[in-house]
């Protein structure tokens, strides 16, 4: 009886997500402000077929943060700082601001 050793491949950092990958990412970043929702299902509609696993950090670290945060972080109330700062986030906080959260994405 033989044993798998091999190692498992891990993902590189601009390698696209799988849809089924994006389906979670997208599922995890519902939020219970409106006004998030908005930004993020535009952000989906807009970069969702090229999101890739080092934005989907991004992404994953900002939906750890409060509604009001987010909000903050988005409207551009406030910047990053701290651990928060980093270049992933820097990224999709960028892409966020640019979905538009009321105007609905151009296809």
């Known amino acids: 009886m033989s044993e798998d050793t091999s190692t498992p491949v891990l993902p590189e950092p601009t390698d696209l997500l799988d849809e089924r990958e994006r389906a979670k990412l997208h599922w995890r970043s519902r939020r219970g402000l409106l006004e998030n929702d908005l930004y993020i299902e ?10 890739n696993w080092r ?3 991004g992404m994953t670290t900002l939906m750890d943060l409060a509604d009001n945060d987010l909000l903050d972080l ?8 701290g651990p928060l700062d980093t270049e992933e ?11 538009g959260g009321a105007a609905r994405p151009r296809a």
């Open 89 to 99: 986030v820097r990224e999709v906080l960028g892409m966020l601001r640019l979905s």
């Open 42 to 51: 535009n952000f989906f509609a807009l970069y969702g077929a090229s999101i």
């Open 55 to 57: 934005q989907a950090q």
């Open 74 to 81: 988005v409207l551009a109330r406030r910047e990053l700082e």
